[in-house]
Protein backbone atom coordinates (compact mmCIF):
# COMPACT_ATOMS: atom_id res chain seq x y z
CA UNK A 1 0.00 0.00 0.00
CA UNK A 2 1.20 3.69 -0.98
CA UNK A 3 2.90 5.65 2.12
CA UNK A 4 3.84 8.39 0.73
CA UNK A 5 0.54 10.97 -0.33
CA UNK A 6 0.30 14.82 -1.91
CA UNK A 7 -1.85 16.28 0.71
CA UNK A 8 -3.64 20.07 -0.61
CA UNK A 9 -4.73 21.80 2.12
CA UNK A 10 -7.01 24.58 1.31
CA UNK A 11 -7.93 26.15 5.35
CA UNK A 12 -9.87 28.65 3.56
CA UNK A 13 -11.72 31.74 5.86
CA UNK A 14 -13.04 31.93 9.37
CA UNK A 15 -12.77 29.24 11.66
CA UNK A 16 -11.29 26.98 8.71
CA UNK A 17 -7.89 27.62 8.81
CA UNK A 18 -8.34 27.17 13.12
CA UNK A 19 -9.26 23.89 12.81
CA UNK A 20 -7.76 22.89 10.08
CA UNK A 21 -4.22 23.30 12.08
CA UNK A 22 -6.02 20.89 14.61
CA UNK A 23 -6.88 18.17 12.31
CA UNK A 24 -3.57 18.43 10.35
CA UNK A 25 -2.06 18.31 14.40
CA UNK A 26 -3.57 15.01 14.55
CA UNK A 27 -3.00 13.42 10.93
CA UNK A 28 0.75 13.86 11.62
CA UNK A 29 0.56 12.11 14.77
CA UNK A 30 -1.07 9.17 12.90
CA UNK A 31 1.18 9.41 10.13
CA UNK A 32 4.28 9.48 11.60
CA UNK A 33 3.43 6.11 13.98
CA UNK A 34 1.96 4.32 10.57
CA UNK A 35 5.15 5.31 8.38
CA UNK A 36 2.62 7.68 6.32
CA UNK A 37 4.27 10.66 4.94
CA UNK A 38 1.41 13.46 4.43
CA UNK A 39 3.75 16.47 1.84
CA UNK A 40 1.32 19.13 2.26
CA UNK A 41 1.06 22.45 -0.13
CA UNK A 42 -1.22 25.10 1.55
CA UNK A 43 -3.21 26.96 -0.76
CA UNK A 44 -4.01 30.48 -0.14
CA UNK A 45 -7.79 30.16 -1.50
CA UNK A 46 -10.97 32.45 0.10
CA UNK A 47 -11.70 35.85 0.96
CA UNK A 48 -8.03 36.96 1.85
CA UNK A 49 -7.25 35.98 -1.87
CA UNK A 50 -10.47 37.44 -3.39
CA UNK A 51 -9.33 40.94 -1.99
CA UNK A 52 -6.31 40.93 -2.96
CA UNK A 53 -6.44 39.75 -6.72
CA UNK A 54 -10.04 38.89 -7.39
CA UNK A 55 -9.52 35.19 -8.29
CA UNK A 56 -11.60 32.62 -6.70
CA UNK A 57 -10.12 29.57 -7.99
CA UNK A 58 -7.48 29.97 -10.98
CA UNK A 59 -7.77 27.40 -13.81
CA UNK A 60 -4.20 26.85 -13.23
CA UNK A 61 -4.36 26.11 -9.51
CA UNK A 62 -7.37 23.70 -10.22
CA UNK A 63 -4.96 22.00 -11.90
CA UNK A 64 -1.91 22.13 -9.17
CA UNK A 65 -4.64 20.63 -7.26
CA UNK A 66 -5.84 18.42 -9.51
CA UNK A 67 -2.51 16.27 -9.10
CA UNK A 68 -2.95 15.74 -5.55
CA UNK A 69 -3.53 12.30 -3.38
CA UNK A 70 -6.48 14.29 -1.62
CA UNK A 71 -7.25 17.52 -0.06
CA UNK A 72 -8.39 18.55 3.53
CA UNK A 73 -10.31 21.60 3.36
CA UNK A 74 -11.48 23.44 6.12
CA UNK A 75 -14.33 26.04 5.21
CA UNK A 76 -15.39 28.98 2.80
CA UNK A 77 -17.20 32.15 2.74
CA UNK A 78 -16.97 35.31 4.60
CA UNK A 79 -18.99 38.35 5.26
CA UNK A 80 -16.68 40.72 3.56
CA UNK A 81 -17.44 38.92 0.36
CA UNK A 82 -20.60 39.10 -1.67
CA UNK A 83 -22.42 35.82 -0.69
CA UNK A 84 -22.17 32.63 -3.45
CA UNK A 85 -18.90 33.87 -4.83
CA UNK A 86 -16.32 32.00 -2.48
CA UNK A 87 -19.14 29.15 -2.10
CA UNK A 88 -19.98 28.94 -5.66
CA UNK A 89 -16.77 29.99 -7.26
CA UNK A 90 -14.12 28.39 -5.04
CA UNK A 91 -16.16 25.36 -2.90
CA UNK A 92 -18.60 24.10 -5.66
CA UNK A 93 -16.52 24.60 -8.19
CA UNK A 94 -13.69 21.98 -6.38
CA UNK A 95 -16.80 19.75 -5.75
CA UNK A 96 -17.61 19.81 -9.70
CA UNK A 97 -14.49 19.86 -11.28
CA UNK A 98 -12.87 17.31 -9.16
CA UNK A 99 -16.18 14.97 -9.47
CA UNK A 100 -17.80 14.36 -6.05
CA UNK A 101 -20.55 13.06 -6.59
CA UNK A 102 -20.65 11.13 -3.53
CA UNK A 103 -20.86 13.80 -0.58
CA UNK A 104 -20.36 11.48 2.02
CA UNK A 105 -21.61 12.60 5.62
CA UNK A 106 -21.89 9.85 8.50
CA UNK A 107 -23.82 10.91 11.67
CA UNK A 108 -22.91 8.69 15.00
CA UNK A 109 -24.27 9.64 18.32
CA UNK A 110 -21.17 9.05 20.57
CA UNK A 111 -21.69 7.55 23.78
CA UNK A 112 -21.95 10.81 26.19
CA UNK A 113 -22.50 13.44 23.89
CA UNK A 114 -24.96 15.73 25.07
CA UNK A 115 -28.39 15.86 22.46
CA UNK A 116 -31.41 17.85 22.39
CA UNK A 117 -33.68 14.33 21.87
CA UNK A 118 -34.81 13.01 24.67
CA UNK A 119 -34.84 9.07 23.83
CA UNK A 120 -32.14 9.04 20.86
CA UNK A 121 -32.02 5.37 20.53
CA UNK A 122 -28.74 4.51 18.58
CA UNK A 123 -28.12 7.08 16.38
CA UNK A 124 -25.76 5.24 13.19
CA UNK A 125 -26.19 6.63 9.90
CA UNK A 126 -24.34 8.23 6.80
CA UNK A 127 -26.15 10.36 4.65
CA UNK A 128 -25.39 10.00 0.71
CA UNK A 129 -25.62 13.44 -0.64
CA UNK A 130 -25.25 13.85 -4.33
CA UNK A 131 -22.40 16.09 -4.77
CA UNK A 132 -22.09 17.56 -8.33
CA UNK A 133 -25.90 18.10 -9.79
CA UNK A 134 -29.72 19.37 -8.08
CA UNK A 135 -30.09 22.71 -7.53
CA UNK A 136 -26.74 24.07 -6.82
CA UNK A 137 -25.41 23.72 -10.47
CA UNK A 138 -26.29 27.29 -10.92
CA UNK A 139 -29.26 26.46 -13.67
CA UNK A 140 -31.06 29.82 -13.32
CA UNK A 141 -30.77 33.52 -13.59
CA UNK A 142 -33.13 36.72 -13.07
CA UNK A 143 -34.67 39.25 -14.60
CA UNK A 144 -35.45 42.89 -13.79
CA UNK A 145 -33.22 42.60 -10.48
CA UNK A 146 -34.15 44.64 -7.55
CA UNK A 147 -37.41 45.36 -9.22
CA UNK A 148 -41.20 44.67 -7.88
CA UNK A 149 -41.59 42.85 -11.01
CA UNK A 150 -38.11 40.41 -10.28
CA UNK A 151 -38.23 37.16 -11.60
CA UNK A 152 -35.44 34.72 -10.24
CA UNK A 153 -35.00 30.97 -10.68
CA UNK A 154 -32.57 28.19 -9.93
CA UNK A 155 -33.76 24.93 -11.51
CA UNK A 156 -32.48 21.70 -10.08
CA UNK A 157 -30.52 19.44 -12.61
CA UNK A 158 -30.64 15.96 -12.19
CA UNK A 159 -29.38 13.37 -14.73
CA UNK A 160 -30.41 9.75 -15.24
CA UNK A 161 -26.01 9.47 -14.87
CA UNK A 162 -26.06 11.46 -12.13
CA UNK A 163 -28.69 10.20 -10.11
CA UNK A 164 -27.98 6.00 -10.94
CA UNK A 165 -24.00 6.80 -10.39
CA UNK A 166 -24.84 8.07 -6.24
CA UNK A 167 -27.35 6.00 -6.10
CA UNK A 168 -25.55 2.68 -7.25
CA UNK A 169 -22.87 3.63 -4.46
CA UNK A 170 -25.19 4.34 -1.54
CA UNK A 171 -26.45 0.60 -2.56
CA UNK A 172 -23.21 -0.71 -2.18
CA UNK A 173 -22.64 1.33 1.51
CA UNK A 174 -26.11 0.28 2.99
CA UNK A 175 -24.98 -3.44 1.93
CA UNK A 176 -21.58 -2.89 3.54
CA UNK A 177 -23.45 -2.06 6.75
CA UNK A 178 -25.02 -4.55 9.37
CA UNK A 179 -28.70 -3.53 9.00
CA UNK A 180 -28.53 -3.12 4.96
CA UNK A 181 -30.95 -0.29 4.74
CA UNK A 182 -31.43 2.35 2.32
CA UNK A 183 -33.83 5.15 2.96
CA UNK A 184 -34.16 7.60 -0.01
CA UNK A 185 -35.51 10.70 0.92
CA UNK A 186 -36.64 13.30 -2.04
CA UNK A 187 -39.86 15.00 -2.38
CA UNK A 188 -42.01 13.08 -5.09
CA UNK A 189 -45.15 14.07 -4.86
CA UNK A 190 -44.80 17.76 -6.14
CA UNK A 191 -41.25 17.65 -7.74
CA UNK A 192 -42.72 15.08 -9.95
CA UNK A 193 -40.17 15.17 -12.78
CA UNK A 194 -36.62 14.81 -10.51
CA UNK A 195 -38.39 12.87 -7.47
CA UNK A 196 -39.73 10.00 -9.86
CA UNK A 197 -36.39 9.69 -11.99
CA UNK A 198 -35.29 9.37 -8.66
CA UNK A 199 -37.78 6.68 -7.28
CA UNK A 200 -37.22 4.70 -10.57
CA UNK A 201 -34.04 4.79 -10.38
CA UNK A 202 -33.87 3.56 -6.94
CA UNK A 203 -36.44 1.00 -8.12
CA UNK A 204 -33.87 -0.08 -10.68
CA UNK A 205 -30.84 -0.83 -8.74
CA UNK A 206 -32.04 -2.50 -5.91
CA UNK A 207 -33.07 -5.11 -8.07
CA UNK A 208 -29.20 -5.82 -8.20
CA UNK A 209 -28.89 -5.83 -4.06
CA UNK A 210 -31.58 -8.02 -2.93
CA UNK A 211 -30.50 -8.07 0.40
CA UNK A 212 -30.98 -4.26 0.84
CA UNK A 213 -34.17 -2.65 2.38
CA UNK A 214 -35.51 -0.01 0.67
CA UNK A 215 -37.61 2.76 2.16
CA UNK A 216 -38.54 6.24 0.91
CA UNK A 217 -39.70 9.46 2.90
CA UNK A 218 -40.52 12.92 1.63
CA UNK A 219 -38.11 15.54 2.86
CA UNK A 220 -40.30 16.95 5.26
CA UNK A 221 -41.47 13.69 6.62
CA UNK A 222 -37.53 13.00 7.02
CA UNK A 223 -37.09 15.85 8.86
CA UNK A 224 -39.84 14.86 11.22
CA UNK A 225 -38.30 11.08 11.82
CA UNK A 226 -34.37 12.65 12.13
CA UNK A 227 -35.82 14.54 15.62
CA UNK A 228 -38.43 11.93 16.84
CA UNK A 229 -36.71 7.99 15.18
CA UNK A 230 -33.44 9.03 14.09
CA UNK A 231 -32.35 5.45 15.01
CA UNK A 232 -34.50 4.13 12.08
CA UNK A 233 -32.18 5.43 9.57
CA UNK A 234 -28.87 3.86 8.02
CA UNK A 235 -28.04 5.41 4.67
CA UNK A 236 -30.08 7.84 3.44
CA UNK A 237 -29.91 8.96 -0.05
CA UNK A 238 -30.55 11.95 -1.70
CA UNK A 239 -30.29 14.87 -3.73
CA UNK A 240 -27.48 18.02 -3.01
CA UNK A 241 -30.22 20.53 -1.45
CA UNK A 242 -32.06 17.93 0.65
CA UNK A 243 -28.83 16.90 2.11
CA UNK A 244 -27.22 20.13 2.87
CA UNK A 245 -30.04 20.28 4.74
CA UNK A 246 -30.89 17.11 6.23
CA UNK A 247 -27.04 17.05 7.29
CA UNK A 248 -27.07 20.14 9.59
CA UNK A 249 -30.04 18.73 11.55
CA UNK A 250 -28.01 15.10 11.47
CA UNK A 251 -25.33 17.19 13.46
CA UNK A 252 -27.31 18.78 15.97
CA UNK A 253 -28.99 15.48 17.23
CA UNK A 254 -25.64 13.94 17.09
CA UNK A 255 -23.86 16.45 19.74
CA UNK A 256 -23.58 19.99 16.86
CA UNK A 257 -22.30 20.83 13.67
CA UNK A 258 -18.53 21.31 15.58
CA UNK A 259 -18.28 17.06 15.36
CA UNK A 260 -19.90 16.49 11.93
CA UNK A 261 -17.15 15.39 9.13
CA UNK A 262 -17.53 14.48 5.69
CA UNK A 263 -15.77 13.91 2.71
CA UNK A 264 -16.29 14.70 -1.12
CA UNK A 265 -15.70 11.46 -2.80
CA UNK A 266 -14.82 10.80 -6.28
CA UNK A 267 -15.64 7.30 -6.15
CA UNK A 268 -14.00 6.59 -9.39
CA UNK A 269 -10.58 8.28 -8.52
CA UNK A 270 -10.28 9.88 -11.26
CA UNK A 271 -9.25 13.39 -9.25
CA UNK A 272 -8.91 13.72 -5.72
CA UNK A 273 -11.40 13.84 -2.97
CA UNK A 274 -11.85 16.35 -0.72
CA UNK A 275 -12.50 16.44 3.05
CA UNK A 276 -14.06 18.57 5.44
CA UNK A 277 -16.05 19.65 7.81
CA UNK A 278 -19.92 19.98 7.22
CA UNK A 279 -19.90 23.38 9.05
CA UNK A 280 -19.30 26.31 7.62
CA UNK A 281 -16.57 29.76 8.34
CA UNK A 282 -18.81 30.45 11.05
CA UNK A 283 -17.60 34.18 11.09
CA UNK A 284 -19.25 34.80 13.86
CA UNK A 285 -17.06 33.10 15.78
CA UNK A 286 -13.87 33.31 14.02
CA UNK A 287 -10.24 34.24 15.42
CA UNK A 288 -11.60 33.45 18.84
CA UNK A 289 -10.35 30.03 19.76
CA UNK A 290 -13.98 29.00 20.35
CA UNK A 291 -14.68 26.48 17.50
CA UNK A 292 -14.83 22.89 17.94
CA UNK A 293 -11.69 21.44 15.83
CA UNK A 294 -13.51 17.92 16.45
CA UNK A 295 -15.48 18.21 12.87
CA UNK A 296 -12.06 18.71 11.22
CA UNK A 297 -10.31 16.10 12.84
CA UNK A 298 -12.97 13.57 11.83
CA UNK A 299 -12.93 14.39 8.15
CA UNK A 300 -8.87 13.75 8.71
CA UNK A 301 -10.24 10.36 9.27
CA UNK A 302 -12.36 9.87 6.59
CA UNK A 303 -9.81 11.27 4.89
CA UNK A 304 -7.20 8.61 5.83
CA UNK A 305 -9.80 6.09 5.44
CA UNK A 306 -10.28 6.87 1.69
CA UNK A 307 -6.70 5.98 1.30
CA UNK A 308 -7.02 2.74 2.71
CA UNK A 309 -5.43 3.44 6.17
CA UNK A 310 -8.88 2.24 7.46
CA UNK A 311 -7.02 1.40 11.16
CA UNK A 312 -5.05 4.66 11.43
CA UNK A 313 -8.79 6.33 10.61
CA UNK A 314 -9.95 4.10 13.49
CA UNK A 315 -7.79 5.22 15.91
CA UNK A 316 -8.93 9.14 15.74
CA UNK A 317 -12.38 7.98 16.07
CA UNK A 318 -11.72 6.17 19.02
CA UNK A 319 -9.27 9.13 20.25
CA UNK A 320 -12.19 11.76 19.68
CA UNK A 321 -15.05 9.04 21.50
CA UNK A 322 -12.43 9.13 24.18
CA UNK A 323 -11.90 13.01 24.33
CA UNK A 324 -15.74 13.30 23.94
CA UNK A 325 -16.58 11.51 27.11
CA UNK A 326 -13.75 13.31 29.01
CA UNK A 327 -15.06 16.31 27.97
CA UNK A 328 -18.29 16.72 30.63
CA UNK A 329 -19.37 20.13 29.36
CA UNK A 330 -16.10 22.31 30.07
CA UNK A 331 -15.08 24.87 27.71
CA UNK A 332 -11.77 24.72 26.16
CA UNK A 333 -10.06 26.25 23.30
CA UNK A 334 -10.06 25.04 19.76
CA UNK A 335 -6.23 24.27 20.17
CA UNK A 336 -6.91 22.41 23.70
CA UNK A 337 -9.37 20.08 21.91
CA UNK A 338 -7.03 19.36 19.21
CA UNK A 339 -3.79 18.69 21.75
CA UNK A 340 -6.58 16.31 23.94
CA UNK A 341 -7.55 14.23 20.99
CA UNK A 342 -3.85 14.09 19.42
CA UNK A 343 -1.98 13.08 23.01
CA UNK A 344 -4.71 10.21 23.01
CA UNK A 345 -3.86 8.92 19.50
CA UNK A 346 -0.32 9.63 20.09
CA UNK A 347 -0.98 7.53 23.78
CA UNK A 348 -3.24 4.47 21.89
CA UNK A 349 -0.24 4.44 19.19
CA UNK A 350 2.56 4.24 22.20
CA UNK A 351 0.33 1.36 23.89
CA UNK A 352 -0.54 -0.34 20.26
N1 LIG B 1 -18.29 23.81 3.46
C1 LIG B 1 -18.22 25.12 3.61
O1 LIG B 1 -17.18 25.72 3.37
C2 LIG B 1 -19.42 25.83 4.07
C3 LIG B 1 -19.42 27.20 4.03
N2 LIG B 1 -20.47 27.90 4.54
C4 LIG B 1 -20.30 29.34 4.58
O2 LIG B 1 -19.89 29.68 5.91
C5 LIG B 1 -20.39 30.98 6.26
C6 LIG B 1 -21.20 30.92 7.54
O3 LIG B 1 -22.34 30.12 7.30
P1 LIG B 1 -23.39 29.72 8.42
O4 LIG B 1 -24.67 29.52 7.73
O5 LIG B 1 -23.31 30.67 9.56
O6 LIG B 1 -22.95 28.25 8.90
P2 LIG B 1 -21.80 27.80 9.89
O7 LIG B 1 -21.79 26.33 9.85
O8 LIG B 1 -20.53 28.48 9.57
O9 LIG B 1 -22.27 28.30 11.33
C7 LIG B 1 -23.56 27.98 11.88
C8 LIG B 1 -23.47 28.05 13.41
O10 LIG B 1 -22.68 26.96 13.87
C9 LIG B 1 -21.59 27.40 14.63
N3 LIG B 1 -20.42 26.56 14.31
C10 LIG B 1 -20.01 26.20 13.09
N4 LIG B 1 -18.92 25.45 13.17
C11 LIG B 1 -18.62 25.33 14.47
C12 LIG B 1 -17.58 24.67 15.19
N5 LIG B 1 -16.61 23.95 14.56
N6 LIG B 1 -17.57 24.77 16.53
C13 LIG B 1 -18.53 25.47 17.16
N7 LIG B 1 -19.55 26.10 16.55
C14 LIG B 1 -19.58 26.04 15.21
C15 LIG B 1 -21.36 28.84 14.21
O11 LIG B 1 -20.70 29.56 15.23
C16 LIG B 1 -22.79 29.30 13.92
O12 LIG B 1 -23.40 29.72 15.10
C17 LIG B 1 -21.21 31.43 5.04
O13 LIG B 1 -20.36 32.20 4.23
C18 LIG B 1 -21.56 30.14 4.35
O14 LIG B 1 -21.83 30.29 2.99
C19 LIG B 1 -21.54 27.27 5.13
C20 LIG B 1 -21.58 25.92 5.20
C21 LIG B 1 -20.54 25.08 4.65
C1 LIG C 1 -21.80 26.52 0.32
C2 LIG C 1 -22.61 25.29 0.55
C3 LIG C 1 -22.88 24.52 -0.67
C4 LIG C 1 -21.87 24.45 1.51
C5 LIG C 1 -22.73 23.71 2.47
O1 LIG C 1 -23.54 24.25 3.19
C6 LIG C 1 -22.52 22.29 2.58
O2 LIG C 1 -21.93 21.66 1.72
O3 LIG C 1 -23.00 21.73 3.58
MG1 LIG D 1 -24.38 22.86 4.60
Given amino acids: MTSSYSLAVVAGDGIGPEVTDQALKVL ?26 GETLPDS ?11 LLGAVGDPSVPSGVLERGLLLRLRFELDHYVNLRPSKLFPGVPTPLADPGDIDFVVVREGTEGPYVG ?21 AFGVERVVRDAFARAQARPRRKLTLVHKNNVLVHAGHLWSRTVDAVAAEFPDVTVDYLHVDAATIFLATDPAR ?22 GGIGLAASGNVNPDRTSPSMFEPVHGSAPDIAGQSKADPTAAILSAG ?4 HLGH ?15 AARAGQPRSTQEVGEAIASRVAGAVSVA
Fill in 302 to 305: LLLE
Fill in 233 to 254: FDVIVTDNLFGDILTDLAAAIT
Fill in 139 to 159: NGGAIRVGTPQEVATEVSLNT
Fill in 61 to 71: VLEEIRGHDAI
Fill in 310 to 324: AEQAQRITEAVEADI
Fill in 28 to 53: DVVAQDAGLTFERTAYDLGARRWHAT
